[in-house]
Nanobody, 116 residues
């Protein structure tokens, strides 16, 4: 069955870095666009970053530009989110999403907490 399993979350101090991974299985990963979303406490889920199926194009929410980098390894069926210069307002549950013209799949999320 389809699975998206996020990992790499945790507690980090302000200014620190984390790299999230999302391992995919059960579908043809290389044909899906991938994205990261997050939901902060008391807020709606928001797009963090996206990457096309072959990785040729990326997009970022304005507040993440220059700090976060999305990438993918189609040979490993994995998408990554490198997060640098983390701020307390980046605290959220981070989800990966796989998208095609016909369906979307979501992971269960990984908690990122930025606090001193």
């Amino acid at each position: 069955q389809v699975q998206l399993v996020e990992s790499g979350g945790g507690l980090v101090q302000p200014g620190g870095s984390l790299r999230l991974s999302c391992a995919a299985s059960g579908f043809t990963f290389s044909t899906y666009a991938m994205s990261w979303y997050r939901r902060a406490p008391g807020k709606e889920r928001e797009l963090v970053a996206g990457i096309t199926s072959v990785g040729g194009s990326t997009n970022y929410a304005d507040s993440m530009k220059g700090r976060f980098t999305i990438s993918r390894d189609n040979a490993k069926n994995t998408v990554y989110l490198q997060m640098n210069s983390l701020k307390p307002e980046d605290t959220a549950v981070y989800y990966c999403k796989a998208s095609s013209a016909f369906r979307n799949y979501w992971g269960q999320g990984t908690q990122v907490t930025v606090s001193s």
